[in-house]
């Protein structure tokens, strides 16, 4: 249901938020052809008074320009602090703000399936609305080993609610709601919200490094049966490595490299990303740990160092003569990346996909999806894709990018 503004008595705790929330809008420029100009519209939420804003990573980021719009309709600039793809959570610094209302923060871990919850967003400007429902499901390890790492209600929401707060009776953020599509009619009326735990930990992890733009951490995913297979790991636990900032394609920095499957931190057991995110989290900066990894399905100890840099030489990819009948045969249609379809700060080689059918469609992969590389082998012609698919043997894993995240894709090749 949808509670109309005035029915809120005074002393409502919810009521006394309700100016907090901001919209934003983000613009992106075409770096290779000016004046296209991209704008991405979502919702946010104020937690300090000088103009610190919760919001979505997939909302600004890669914006040349961030603008805020308060519900008493004044606009402020803001630049980006920090950006989490892992998580989806960003945090924008409103520009010339002071004393302005806040949200209070809340305790994720707090919340039990049942319990009431309201998510306020702004889809159609700075009016806010308000929706209210019960929490279905909370973070939770599924039988098969993976995390389901949300919270999940029965809230249906506008898509430009992504970014506003999930808020519980007392008034407190638990959460922050994203932008979830699915074709099925049964998912509909399913939100999806971040624990607020994972706001707090990129804030933390700003003021300690004292950075004022951050760089995003390590991004991992969790591994399901057909990814563990491809990497050589005997059960389908641990961290698969999906995006190490400032790494060169197929490159290891600081220890470790796209592919890395991650075991152990410093002793302790990683069964999934979750893990690996909270282990690196807690590191300061120059802290070195030992991580236990998986590589080219070998075991092997790496040193890490938290904030250091070392990059390695890339590796290249080989040629088949039949690449378009192998490419074919896994219902792949290819191209090579080219210089107007590239984003500033993005990949700077990879394969877009134009056609998705048969094995690869099975597999999940979409038109759009950008190919980056093949059992951590780098791509950027056809074929070289074509050379690691023939030489897969029965699967291989894909890392590939949409809509600015990485992730691994397991390819069954029979």
Do not use: C, W
Not at 244 to 268: E, M, R, Y
Not at 315 to 335: K, Q, W
């Amino acid at each position: 249901m949808a509670p109309e503004l005035d029915n809120l008595a005074p002393d409502d705790p919810i009521a006394a938020l309700l100016p907090a929330p901001a919209a934003g809008q983000a613009s992106r420029q075409n770096r290779a052809r000016e004046p296209r100009v991209a704008r991405n519209g979502g919702s946010g939420f104020i937690v300090s008074a000088d103009g610190l804003v919760v919001t979505t990573a997939h909302v600004v980021n890669g914006a040349d320009d961030v603008i805020v719009t308060l519900t008493d309709r004044r606009r402020f600039k803001a630049r980006v602090l920090g950006v989490d793809p892992q998580s989806d959570i960003a945090l924008i610094q409103m520009q010339g703000a002071s004393r302005l209302p806040t949200v209070r923060l809340g305790d994720a871990s707090r919340v039990r399936a049942g319990d009431e919850v309201l998510a306020i967003g702004a889809p159609d400007g700075p009016q806010n609305t308000v929706t209210s429902g019960l929490v279905s499901a909370t973070p939770h390890v599924r039988p098969d080993g993976t995390r389901f790492p949300f919270l999940q209600t029965d809230i249906a929401v506008n898509p430009d609610n992504s970014g506003g707060p999930l808020l519980n009776r007392s008034g407190e953020a638990i959460g922050v709601d994203i932008q979830i599509y699915a074709d099925s009619e049964r998912f509909r009326t399913m939100t999806f919200a971040v624990p607020i735990e994972a706001a707090v930990k990129l804030r933390a992890r700003l003021r300690g490094t004292g950075a004022t733009s951050a760089e995003p951490g390590i991004a991992a995913q969790d591994l399901d049966p057909g990814l563990a297979a491809a990497f050589g790991v005997p059960r389908a636990q641990g961290a698969l490595v999906t995006a190490v900032p400032g790494a060169a394609p197929g490159a290891a920095k600081n220890g470790l490299k796209v592919g890395d499957v991650v075991t152990q931190v410093n002793g302790k057991p990683v069964a999934q990303a979750a893990d690996l995110r909270d282990a690196l989290d807690a590191l300061a900066p120059g802290t070195k740990a030992t991580l236990r990894i998986i590589r080219g399905k070998k075991p092997m100890t790496v040193t890490v160092v938290a904030s250091a840099a070392a990059i390695a030489a890339p590796v290249g990819g080989g040629a088949v003569a039949t690449a378009a009948e192998e490419l074919e045969r896994v219902g792949l249609s290819v191209h090579p990346l080219a210089e107007a379809e590239k984003r500033a700060g993005g990949p700077e080689s990879g394969l877009v996909v134009d056609a998705s059918t048969g094995l690869a469609a099975n597999a999940g992969i979409q038109p759009g999806d950008l190919v980056l590389s093949v059992n951590g082998t780098p791509v950027s012609s056809r074929e070289g894709l074509a050379t690691l698919l023939a030489t897969g043997g029965k699967g291989v894993a894909l890392l590939i990018e949409r809509e600015n995240v990485r992730s691994f894709v397991p390819l069954e090749l029979r």
